[in-house]
């Protein structure tokens, strides 16, 4: 069955980095276009990031751009979350999600467990 694990969360100052990796098993990867989300307490899942199945194009929330980039290595079966110059708003369980063909924001029907990021003032 398919998996998703994501690891490299953890505590960062602000302004601060930190590269998440989600790592696919069960999954021909390279016909998946993947995305990440994140989950504040309190709030709602929202989008974050997302990318093709070639990796040639990306998408990301509007409070992201510029700081955080989505990557992925199709022999490796993984992708990534790098996220730089981190503000204490973008603390959030972070999740890998993963779906056959083509998605963007909405309609991925495979998620991982998540990884906690705490960003501090």
């Known amino acids: 069955q398919v998996q998703l694990v994501e690891s490299g969360g953890g505590l960062v100052q602000a302004g601060g980095s930190l590269r998440l990796s989600c790592a696919a098993s069960?999954?021909?990867?390279?016909?998946?276009?993947m995305g990440w989300f994140r989950q504040a307490p309190g709030k709602e899942r929202e989008f974050v990031a997302t990318?093709?199945?070639?990796?040639?194009?990306?998408y990301y929330e509007d409070s992201v751009k510029g700081r955080f980039t989505i990557s992925r290595d199709n022999a490796k079966k993984t992708v990534y979350l790098q996220m730089n110059s981190l503000k204490p708003e973008d603390t959030a369980v972070y999740y890998c999600?993963?779906?056959?063909?083509?998605?963007?924001?909405?309609?991925?029907?495979?998620w991982g467990q998540g990884t906690q990021v705490t960003v501090s003032s």
């Open positions: 999600a993963g779906e056959r063909g083509v998605a963007v924001t909405t309609g991925y029907n495979y």
């Open positions: 069960g999954l021909t990867f390279s016909r998946y276009a």
């Open positions: 990318i093709s199945r070639s990796g040639g194009d990306t």
